[in-house]
C-alpha cells in the first residue's frame, strides 16, 4: 500500500540555520504531495503541495520539490526562525483517492 | 468564517464509558474525515464521508461509529472507550477529491 517516510525527529536548530526535513514516499500510480504543519495546541494547515513530477511548491519561505525519480519530497528552508518551532508532516494522496496518507511526523525546535 | 470546529477540547473517560466527538464545517464542503493521532504515527484515518448520507471505514475504524448527521456535521462515537483509544482526534473537510483538507483543533481524549 502507499507509504510515507519522513526523517526521525526531533530537529533542534539556532535561528537562521538551513532546514531540511527528509520525506519519501511509496505509491501506486501518480499521488500529490504535500507539507501540513501543526503548530502547539493547533490543528494541521497546508504548508504546500505539489501535484506532479517536477512541481515546486512553496509558501512562507519553504520549498519542497516533487522528484519522483527518487520517490522524495524533502522539505526546506533557507534561514529558520522560533516562529517555525512546529511539528511537521508529509503526507500523499492518490488520484480519485479520498485519503491522505500521513508520514510519522518531524518535530522542529529553533532556539533563538 | 469558523472553519472546521470540534467539541469537546479534551475529555477524560473510564475504560468502558461511551462518549460522542462533534465535529461541524461551515464551508460547504461535501466530504468529512476522523483521523487519530498518536506519537510516532502521524495521523490515521478512522472513518471518512466523502458526501452527506455515506460514510466508509479508513485504516483504523475498530472500536468506533460515525454519523453523517447533515453536510455540515460528522460525528465519532466511542460505545466502550477503551485505554487504546487515548489519543488526539482530528477532524477534517474537503470540497472535492482534489481540494485542500481542512482540520479542526482537535480533541485530546485520555480513557482511564
Known amino acids: 500500500g502507499d507509504s510515507v517516510t519522513q526523517m526521525e525527529g526531533p530537529v533542534t536548530l539556532s535561528e537562521e540555520a538551513f532546514l531540511t526535513i527528509n520525506c519519501t514516499y511509496t505509491a501506486t500510480g501518480y499521488p500529490s504531495l504535500f507539507w501540513y504543519v501543526q503548530y502547539p495546541g493547533e490543528g494541521l494547515q497546508l504548508l504546500l503541495k505539489?501535484?506532479?513530477?517536477?512541481d515546486k511548491g512553496s509558501n512562507k519561505g519553504f520549498e519542497a520539490t516533487y522528484r519522483k525519480e527518487t520517490t522524495s519530497f524533502h522539505l526546506e528552508k533557507g534561514s529558520v526562525q522560533v516562529s517555525d518551532s512546529a511539528v511537521y508532516f508529509c503526507?500523499?494522496?492518490?488520484?480519485?483517492?479520498?485519503?491522505?496518507?500521513f508520514g510519522q511526523g518531524t518535530r522542529l525546535t529553533i532556539n533563538p | 468564517n469558523a472553519g472546521v470546529t470540534q467539541t469537546p477540547k479534551f475529555q477524560v473517560l473510564k475504560t468502558g464509558q461511551s462518549m460522542t466527538l462533534q465535529c461541524a464545517q461551515d464551508m460547504n464542503h461535501n466530504s468529512m474525515y476522523w483521523y487519530r493521532q498518536d506519537p510516532g504515527m502521524g495521523l490515521r484515518l478512522i472513518y471518512y464521508s466523502a458526501s452527506e448520507g455515506t460514510t466508509d471505514k479508513g485504516e483504523v475504524p475498530n472500536g468506533y461509529n460515525v454519523s453523517r448527521l447533515n453536510k455540515r456535521e460528522f460525528s465519532l462515537r466511542l460505545e466502550s472507550a477503551a485505554p487504546s483509544q487515548t489519543s488526539v482526534y482530528f477532524c477534517?473537510?474537503?470540497?472535492?477529491?482534489?481540494?485542500?483538507?481542512?482540520f479542526g483543533p482537535g480533541t485530546r481524549l485520555t480513557v482511564l
Open positions: 505539489a501535484t506532479k513530477a517536477d
Open positions: 503526507a500523499l494522496k492518490n488520484q480519485g483517492a479520498q485519503k491522505l496518507v
Open positions: 477534517a473537510s474537503r470540497e472535492g477529491l482534489a481540494g485542500e483538507q481542512f
